[in-house]
């Protein structure tokens, strides 16, 4: 019998079974006890051996239930995945997709651990399909193959349909405006939820790939990430070794890439700091502290020691909620995830990671920049 490489709906059962016992049960009984415990810390003095005994008793009962209960959750747990090559699979809908993303990007390090079949493989996607990376495979997804290459990465919790979003309202995309004028797009499917480092070292292995085994000879490449994507395309430029794709980057462009942090990526880590001083909210420190590690290497971003391709031109796009850059709520909130200094490298203590880049700043939220008309017609621009 032939093992399932695909994720089936009892997989994402499964997990979900997994939340539950971990973060649900968990934080509800840590919580509980918690506050049992406060409340007879006050009565127990002034109320005496009573409310000592009540107390004791509260506790046993309130354990044995969550025990009970985590217990339960566990074994529906368990069984789902027993039984999961007999399920039918996740699919490729909406929601699906969103899911699958969404845990990709919160917990994918420990999905790749714990339950590969779920975790998100780095692979260019042609509608809705990974494209194997062969010459065949690769001369199939993409029969009208030029030698000018663009590769779109996507950010945190997204994937290559993220650079659709808008569609419907612009009637256009990045893709089909560059493809319009001689670029081929490849568009990547990544697990955000690993190390940004890990998935620069793999994108730098599949780049190479795809330009050895290339329909025709590769004249240029050019590289496209929104948000954490452009963090990636920054750690697979700084791998160490002979690159021949390296060597024909001619462009990078990055759209809302926190390259010096992301405010929000430090909240998380400072709230789960501050929660777990506070033993009746530490259980939700610990839901916070389920997040990945390509999460956490959104809080300081890449530093100079992942310095900029010598012979390519950087163009960086920035947002802001303000149409000033200048405004004080622009400056503070940014595009409500990456702040302007950030997404230009650049900060108040003379840093600037890409001296002489091109830069855009338009007016918007962070996930405008996935399909904006601005940001397209300068992609055309910078891409000519």
């Known amino acids: 019998m032939t093992t399932r490489t695909e994720p089936t709906l009892l997989d994402a059962l499964s997990l979900l079974a997994q ?9 509800a009984r840590d919580t509980h006890l918690a506050w049992v415990d406060r409340v007879h ?17 509260h506790r046993t009962i309130a354990r044995s239930v969550y025990a009970g209960i ?16 007999l399920g039918p699979a996740l699919g490729s809908g909406p929601r699906s997709r969103f899911l699958t993303s969404a845990a990709n990007g919160l917990v994918g390090d420990r999905l790749e651990r714990e339950r590969p079949r779920l975790a998100t493989r780095m692979a260019a996607r042609v509608v809705g399909r990974d494209v194997p990376l062969t010459s065949e495979g690769l001369a199939a997804a993409y029969p009208t193959a030029t030698g000018r290459v663009v590769v779109l990465v996507h950010g945190l919790c997204e994937d ?25 797009p490849v568009l990547l499917r990544l697990n955000t939820g690993l190390p940004v480092r890990a998935n620069g070292a793999a994108l730098a292995a599949l780049l190479e790939r795809l330009v050895a085994l290339w329909p025709t000879e590769v004249d240029e490449v ?42 929000l990526a430090r909240a998380v880590r400072h709230g789960s700091g501050l929660l777990a001083r506070v033993p009746e909210v530490a259980g939700f420190g610990r ?21 900029a391709l010598p012979h390519a031109r950087y163009a960086l796009v920035s947002a802001t909620v303000t149409t000033s850059a200048r405004h004080p709520a622009g400056a503070f909130l940014g595009d409500l995830l990456v702040r302007r200094d950030s997404a230009l490298g ?10 002489g880049a091109e830069v855009l700043h338009l ?11 601005r940001v397209g017609a300068a992609l055309t621009r910078w891409l000519a």
């Not at 810390?41 to 008793?57: E, I």
């Not at 985590?70 to 090559?85: E, I, K, W």
């Not at 690159?243 to 010096?260: N, Q, S």
């Open 19 to 27: 939340v539950v016992d971990e973060v649900v049960v968990d934080t």
């Open 41 to 57: 810390g006050l009565l127990d003095g002034p109320l005496g051996p009573t409310a000592v005994v009540a107390g004791r008793g």
């Open 70 to 85: 985590g217990l339960s959750v566990r074994g529906a747990g368990v069984g789902l995945a027993a039984g999961s090559d």
């Open 160 to 184: 290559e349909v993220s650079w659709q979003r808008g569609r419907a309202r612009r009637g256009t995309t990045y893709a089909e405006e560059l493809a319009e004028r001689g670029w081929t």
């Open 222 to 263: 050019a590289l496209v990430g929104h948000s954490m994507g452009g963090l990636v395309i920054r750690a697979a430029s700084a791998v160490q070794g002979e690159w021949t794709w390296r060597d024909r980057v001619g462009v990078v462009v990055t759209l809302g890439t926190p390259h010096l942090g992301a405010p």
């Open 287 to 307: 839901v916070l502290d389920q997040r990945s590690a390509g999460v956490d290497d959104l809080i300081e971003g890449l530093d100079e020691d992942v310095a």
């Open 346 to 355: 650049r900060d108040r203590r003379g840093r600037d990671l890409f001296p």
């Open 363 to 373: 007016r918007g939220h962070h996930f405008d920049l996935l399909n904006d008309a």
